[in-house]
T-cell receptor, first 113, second 114 residues
Framework: AQSVTQLDSQVPVFEEAPVELRCNYSSSVSVYLFWYVQYPNQGLQLLLKYLSGSTLVKSINGFEAEFNKSQTSFHLRKPSVHISDTAEYFCAVIPGGAQKLVFGQGTRLTINP | NAGVTQTPKFRILKIGQSMTLQCTQDMNHNYMYWYRQDPGMGLKLIYYSVGAGITDKGEVPNGYNVSRSTTEDFPLRLELAAPSQTSVYFC?????????????FGQGTRLTVV
């Protein structure tokens, strides 16, 4: 079965520091990859997605992720974080030919002033 | 733009009671999903539907039932509530075609079984 592993359950960083949230998935012929963000007491919102084409995808608020097929990874990065980025981040995958979204365990990003 | 609407937002149930979590979407999506979220466990798929009249089990279906009589609605039924069903439940809907592939989530239902 397709699985998604987020290697860090919690990541504390200082404001304006860079951050990387790691995500690996089990191999499949083709996959669609997503990062969702959940702010406290809210539902999940799409941050960015990779469906095809350029392996580097970006969000409107400065996050980016790179699809690396050889390493089966889709790590999320931001060069300089803000207090408002405090949230839980979920990596998710739709395996090729599947009809459902499979989530990782989530990474809680905490920004310290 | 309503998107995906879940009701209720909060509920406390006693062991053995039953309830239905409501979910409706106004985006004409063919796919709908129910997930539960437990701390440190991510989101686990309970049931999903690929269209009206078609449903299938996810990873953790035991203790739940669903139906999909219309494209818009996908209710989740708990027949005999148990403490293990204390969780936050999320409904989602999506297209799964090409560049429109993206799931939209409701705000969640926080359920406590005591």
């Amino acid at each position: 079965a397709q699985s998604v592993t987020q290697l860090d359950s919690q990541v504390p960083v200082f404001e304006e520091a860079p951050v990387e949230l790691r995500c690996n998935y089990s191999s499949s012929v083709s996959v669609y990859l997503f990062w969702y963000v959940q702010y406290p007491n809210q539902g999940l919102q799409l941050l960015l997605k990779y469906l095809s084409g350029s392996t580097l995808v970006k969000s409107i608020n400065g996050f980016e992720a790179e699809f690396n097929k050889s390493q089966t990874s889709f790590h999320l990065r931001k060069p300089s974080v803000h207090i408002s980025d405090t949230a839980e981040y979920f990596c998710a995958v739709i395996p090729g030919g599947a009809q459902k979204l499979v989530f990782g365990q989530g990474t809680r990003l905490t920004i310290n002033p | 733009n309503a998107g995906v609407t879940q009701t209720p937002k909060f509920r406390i149930l006693k062991i053995g009671q039953s309830m239905t979590l409501q979910c409706t979407q106004d985006m004409n999506h063919n796919y709908m999903y129910w997930y539960r979220q437990d701390p440190g466990m991510g989101l686990k798929l309970i049931y999903y539907s690929v269209g009206a009249g078609i449903t299938d089990k996810g990873e953790v279906p035991n203790g739940y039932n669903v139906s999909r009589s219309t494209t818009e609605d996908f209710p989740l039924r708990l027949e005999l509530a148990a403490p293990s069903q204390t969780s936050v439940y999320f409904c989602a809907s999506s297209f799964l075609t090409g560049l429109n592939t993206e799931a939209f989530f409701g705000q969640g239902t926080r359920l406590t079984v005591v």
